[in-house]
């Protein structure tokens, strides 16, 4: 159509008789002479809007998808976190129960031993003097820490320091091949020397050839001159093998040691040596051997059959 007066005319026509009619049929509500031409318009071009819906809705619903989509993600992260945030409190819960375990049990090791102790705690593992089993310690010359200490846990014997500094240390792990503590047979007291050999047990040689000993005996510290760099009666392990004598002077033992040194933690230097020598006391109870269970046979006695009544 030409964009003529005529025609704008007629455009503005129309939109007059438009309103005009959507004034009738707004008056005249559900009576308006208009309903039955609304609702032949509402059943010709009904299934065509559903059809326009049916197409435009799944791409609404992805729209809205989309927009949502942040606002979950950013619920899913903070959930996330608060899970990790959980699960570390858990497992440091757990480890403060460990570590409070171990400290309770170093403790009751030094009480019975009568050993002052400066607690420390095991920071760094390595060659920091070029020996290959050591650690390092948080405890130094201002804690009262000295070289030629013992250290201990609740286990047992952990080693010796060896370097100090202001606020650390490094120990000698008593596993180490250049380590080397004079021992005492439980009971029997025998005096011998452990060695370590680097990994999980230490090769002890008795001074007397003859000794008599089984596997499961057990050894503590004998101490050194002036308590140094050994305190007496500190557990250090438990024989595994007994080596043939072959009548030589010395009598060699394979001992496994209390102390696992790849999982140090706590630990213990002893700073004030015990008055006496506590011997045997702190080495922990032998667990009682159960009490065999009583038998008890049972056997049927036969009953006397009953004779026939005449």
Not at 187 to 211: H, P, W, Y
Request: proline fraction near 6%; charged fraction near 25%.
């Amino acid at each position: 159509m030409r964009d003529t007066r005529e025609s704008r005319l007629l455009l503005v026509l129309l939109v007059a008789i438009a309103f005009a009619l959507i004034t009738v049929d707004i008056r005249g509500g559900e009576r308006s002479p208009l309903a039955p031409a609304r609702q032949a318009a509402a059943a010709a071009f009904g299934p065509v809007e559903s059809g326009i819906a049916t197409v435009v809705d799944p791409v609404g619903n992805a729209v809205g998808a989309v927009r949502d989509s942040g606002e979950r993600h950013t619920r899913i992260s903070v959930l996330e976190r608060e899970n990790a945030a959980l699960k570390a409190k858990l497992g440091s819960a757990d480890r403060n129960r460990n570590r409070a375990a171990e400290l309770d049990k170093m403790l009751k090791t030094a009480g019975t031993g009568q050993y002052g102790i400066k607690g420390a705690q095991v920071i760094a593992i390595g060659a920091a003097q070029g020996f290959s089993w050591t650690v390092t310690i948080d405890a130094g010359s201002q804690d009262g820490i000295a070289r030629d200490m013992t250290v201990l846990n609740g286990d047992g014997l952990v080693g010796r320091v060896t370097t100090v500094g202001r606020s650390t240390a490094t120990v000698l792990l008593a596993n180490d091949p250049d380590f080397t503590v004079g021992t005492r047979m439980e009971k029997t007291n025998e005096i011998g020397f452990a060695t370590g050999q680097g990994g999980d047990s230490l090769r002890v040689q008795l001074l007397n050839g003859r000794a008599e000993v089984k596997k499961g005996d057990r050894l503590v510290t004998f101490g050194s001159s002036a308590d140094k760099p050994f305190v007496p009666g500190v557990p250090v392990g438990r024989v595994v093998k007994v080596d043939p004598s072959n009548g030589d002077l010395t009598r060699s033992l394979q001992v496994r040691p209390f102390v696992g040194f790849s999982r140090l933690d706590i630990v213990g230097v002893v700073v004030q040596p015990p008055r006496e020598d506590p011997r045997d006391t702190v080495l922990p109870q032998k667990p009682a051997k159960p009490k065999p269970t009583p038998t008890v046979t049972v056997t049927a006695t036969p009953t006397a059959s009953a004779s026939p009544r005449s």
